[in-house]
Each structure stands twice: as structure tokens, then as C-alpha cells.
Nanobody, 121 residues
Framework: QVQLVESGGGLVQAGGSLRLSCAAS????????MGWYRQAPGKQRAVVAR???????EYADSVKGRFTISNDNAKNTVYLQMNSLKPEDTAVYYC???????????????WGQGTQVTVSS
């Protein structure tokens, strides 16, 4: 199994910045992609950004140009730099790791406990 520990959430004013961190431990050798998802009250969990073990990134349209995902493979850690934050970014942010195949199927899917991000107007 994989353990994921997030940090960096908090309360920030609109226009401000936060950096989230996620450290993976345990059976990490099969991981080939990590990402950040978020869930607001009454809504389903949705992808924010993902990065594979070669550094290729994907972003939700709502965060393009504002958020940057990066990783440090030596530390098994992924980061999410969030700039120009908006009230609609308020959610619980979850770190995810998995082994994903070229056809989109995946296995060994693990989640962190979540960290709250609140953006005030």
C-alpha cells in the first residue's frame, strides 16, 4: 500500500497564493502518475492537475495559468503552487497516486486525507 500525506492548506484572501505538498511512502515503485483533486460541499471530487513520472502535466481548464503542479521524484513528493486564488477554489484538496496504463485503465489507486483550502472574497 501507499501512504500519502498532504500539507499546506489554509485560509487566504482572493488573489493570494498557497503551496500544497504531498509526500508518498510505502510501496511507491509502481506509481507512474500523481495528482491533485478537489471536492467542494455538495459536489463530486474533480481533477485539478496531474503529473506523470516524466514530468508531463495536465490541468483543469478552471486553473490553467494560475496553478502549477511539479514533482521531485527523488523525494516521492508532488507540489501544487496555487496563485491568483479565487473564492471558487475553496474546497478540500486531495492528493492521489496510481499506476495508469496507456488505455486509461489504472490500479493501485491511493488517496491522502485531504487538506482544506479556503479563499475569502
Amino acid at each position: 500500500q501507499v501512504q500519502l500525506v498532504e500539507s499546506g492548506g489554509g485560509l487566504v484572501q482572493a488573489g493570494g497564493s498557497l503551496r500544497l505538498s504531498c509526500a508518498a511512502s510505502g510501496d511507491i515503485f509502481s506509481i507512474n502518475i500523481m495528482g491533485w483533486y478537489r471536492q467542494a460541499p455538495g459536489k463530486q471530487r474533480a481533477v485539478v492537475a496531474r503529473i506523470n513520472n516524466n514530468g508531463r502535466t495536465e490541468y483543469a481548464d478552471s486553473v490553467k495559468g494560475r496553478f502549477t503542479i511539479s514533482n521531485d521524484n527523488a523525494k516521492n513528493t508532488v507540489y501544487l503552487q496555487m496563485n491568483s486564488l479565487k473564492p471558487e477554489d475553496t474546497a478540500v484538496y486531495y492528493c492521489n497516486s496510481r499506476h495508469e496504463y496507456l488505455n486509461g485503465d489504472y490500479e493501485d489507486d491511493y488517496w491522502g486525507q485531504g487538506t482544506q483550502v479556503t479563499v475569502s472574497s
